[in-house]
């Protein structure tokens, strides 16, 4: 792929690569995922806002080519708020992490998809603490290990699409690195989704998550994730047993009828008018 | 609207309300709090009436954010809190610093710190709106202290945000924000709005934080064509982080120039028998408007007395307090809380003079009689 492959038109990467990313990382491999996602649907590049926080998927809206807001830690789906309200055209990205998403940010996220706004949330989920090197966040599984977990994590940890689901969102789905194609899809269908899309990608940190938990190659944690997702399709049809220890990975929830917030507050406004 | 003809007897915080919809302020992000409440519920009333958007958002980091992310997108927007809230809105004003974006937060100022007295009256957020957020940082603060004035400062405080492009706090007081007095709106043209520059450089030449002469950049708003990057990191003329020790020089420098460079034009204060005064108080918010009535009643005691009020807190006018103290004998510095301002007055003063507070830090307006008590302490220090 040389620069002359469409999608380089959607990267700044005369300005800004390499990236900060470490070999083997999930998040570039996501990152052009949604940036295939946006050129199918062919969106004007000037109507597209990519906002993240904190930590290491929070880098990624410095290398797009869209109008790009790296905000504070845990807060970027309320930065994004603000934008969609002034400027509802506008379709809204937000990447953030786990502990970026859920654990300061935690807030922010249930109200956003409470609100059902338009929003598309894409959640990567590495199960760890990158940036600052290598904590346990609230997606750490029990008994994995972390800097600041060294006996192993006693948590138990947060099941994203049942909370995405239970606050209000009106797009859940959870895909993962090694399903690419899938991934690629159910990104899509999240942009094009009116209302609050919540994307769990469950993605690989061998340098951190892996080293501590004995998967030192980035080879190793695809092969888990290819081990530990089951589609929801074959879920459907196993037993609660067969499906211990697995992630579900599929579109959970498609509700294109939940009042949509920007849309609702519209009406408000007209009403008024009158 | 109250008008020359119908004037109104109008609160604070609805004079507020009114001087963000004149400055033309089209989304507000917000977060119950008392004594600024009704600030928030002004304009969840107002603003869908004319297009704008009002939320109320799950926290006060919440409010500011969105608050910010609606200034990227091009509207003037704002938030009204106090104490909790403006503490755990410093993050964002850092923010909202470094990423150079206009946003007004007003703090409505109560008993602190932590809940401390949630229904009375205090100024002791003063050197918070200073200095709260962490890191190096110039912040612009108004103060008014009659409703007329509330109007008034809002509408500069939009404007100075605009220009600057910087966060811009309006610092009012629980007995102002819920005061009721004569309000006039004033007559539409004769208020003066000011807007954010915006690029006429095509795209391919742009830099958001080009440097310029007067460390102001062009702003074009996100969906105006011009993309770009904003990021908390320090960063270059383009938007992008970086690391290069000239380049962060340069980039904290931008940020103080921008302020102090501009710093005489929004400085904002008023004299009052000040020519011949050989006393004087320095005052700003509600703690002014007893001063004023202790500059008179010393007057009928033949002490020569003068008041000093600032509506311009940040950047402190420190050359002002300068001039004026070479002329005076003693100054008080009247406010409610243990001494904030009088340390900046201590560090103005270029020769050594009494200078002596007047405070009162227990959720009461500050009388009159209480400054003139310590008129006559820094009076009888300089007879020693």
Known sequence: MGPKSPIYDYLRYKKKFPTVWCPGCGIGTIMGAIIRAVMSLGYDKNDVVMVSGIGCSSRMPAYVDFNTLHTTHGRAIAFATGIKLAKPHLKLIVVTGDGDGLAIGGNHFIHAARR?????????????????????????????????????????????????????????????????????????????????????????????????????????????????????????????????????????????????????????IDSLKE | MPNKERPALVQGNIAC???????????????????????????????????????????????????????????????????????????????????????????????????????????????????????????????????????????????????????????????????????????TDSIEVINRKKPETPFAWFKRFEMTPDCISDFPAFGDGYRYHITGLVHDPMGFPTAVSSEIVKSAEKLRDKILIHKDRFTYYEKFMTDDAIWLII?????????????????????????????????????LIAELSRNVEGIVVAEMNMGQLIREVKKACPRKLPILGANRYDGVLITPDEIIHSLKAVHGSKEK
């Open chain 1, 116 to 268: 059902n706004i338009d929003i598309t949330h894409i959640l990567i989920n590495n199960s760890i603490y990158g940036m600052t090197g290598g904590q346990y966040s609230p997606t750490t599984p029990r008994r994995a290990f972390a800097y600041t977990a060294p006996y192993g994590n006693i948590e138990p940890d947060f099941d994203v699409v049942e909370l995405g689901i239970a606050a209000g969102a009106s797009f859940v789905a959870r895909t993962a690195v090694y399903h690419i194609i899938q991934m690629g899809k159910i990104i899509e269908k999240a942009l094009k989704h009116k209302g609050y899309s919540l994307v769990d990608v469950i993605s690989q940190c061998p340098v951190l998550y892996g080293r501590l938990n004995k998967m030192r190659s980035p080879v190793e944690m695809l092969l888990w994730q290819k081990e530990h997702t089951v589609d929801i399709k074959v879920a459907a049809k196993k037993s609660p047993e067969e499906l211990e220890g697995k992630y579900i990975v599929g579109i959970f929830k498609d509700d294109p009828d939940m009042p949509e917030y920007v849309s609702e507050y519209q009406k408000l």
């Open chain 2, 17 to 187: 309300g009114y001087g963000a919809l004149a400055a033309g302020c089209s989304f507000f992000g917000g977060y119950p709090i008392t004594p600024s409440t009704e600030i928030a519920e002004f304009m969840a009333r107002e603003l869908p009436k004319r297009g704008g958007k009002f939320i109320q958002m799950e926290d006060e980091m919440g409010s500011l954010a969105a608050v910010i992310g609606a200034s990227i997108a091009g509207a003037k927007a704002m938030t009204a809190t106090s104490g909790p809230g403006f503490s755990l809105m410093q993050e964002h004003i850092g923010f909202a610093y470094i990423t150079e974006t206009p946003i007004v937060v007003v703090n409505v100022m109560r008993g602190g710190p932590s809940t401390g007295l949630p229904t009375m009256t205090s100024q002791s957020d003063t050197l918070q709106a200073g200095f709260g957020t962490h890191g190096d940082y110039y912040a612009v603060a108004f103060a008014p202290s009659s409703v007329q004035e509330v109007f008034e400062y809002t509408v500069k405080a939009f404007n100075a945000a605009e220009f600057l492009q910087t966060p811009v706090v309006l610092l009012m007081d629980e007995t102002l924000a819920h005061m009721r007095e004569k309000f006039i709106y004033p007559p």
């Open chain 2, 283 to 319: 005052a700003f918010g509600t703690a002014a408007r007893s001063a004023k009535q202790a500059v008179i009643e010393a007057r009928h005691h033949r002490m020569k007395v003068g008041l000093l009020q600032l509506y311009t807190i940040w950047p402190f006018p420190d050359e």
